[in-house]
């Protein structure tokens, strides 16, 4: 047997000076709501010469990745318990709901079909999984200094799918 066996019980302090600062050193912790959430929407993309332009839904799903340097008093990065209240806004978003692209040319019949209840409308900047990941990001970061997580964790990065083969990455 080697004499050089990995010590897992072994502290920091108690080996060899560590070569990287304590900054290049960030935790990683990521939280997923996966397609069985029950994230369903359905959208279009109006400027798509596909079939794309008709509205379709999915299952949304979302993976979000934070990063600290230092860990909270428990040991984590985030506490899991404490995203409830982000949660609540995807589900005031995207849980069925007809998400529609400000600049729609047809904005005004959505509109309508609102106002009729025939549709749960969330007006949106755009659609798409790219535009869905921004949007994201950008009301996350923004919640994560409102929920006292920031500045010591940051968001790294948030991925939206609409099913296995299809998704969109915005990072920071």
Known sequence: MSGNVFNLSRRRDEGPADPLPPHHKAMISTKT???EMGFSCAFRQWRAESH???IHGYALAFKFVFAAN???HCGWVVDFGGLKDFKSLLEATFDHKTLVAADDPNIDLF???HASGLIDMVE?????CEAFARMIFDALSVWLGDAGFAPRVWLVSVEVSEHGANSAI???
């Not at 949106?124 to 798409?128: E, I, L, S």
């Open 52 to 54: 794309c332009h008709f």
């Open 170 to 172: 915005c990072q920071g």
């Open 33 to 35: 709501y996966g397609h």
């Open 124 to 128: 949106v900047p755009a659609t798409g």
């Open 70 to 72: 230092e860990l909270d």
């Open 111 to 113: 509109r309508q079909m």
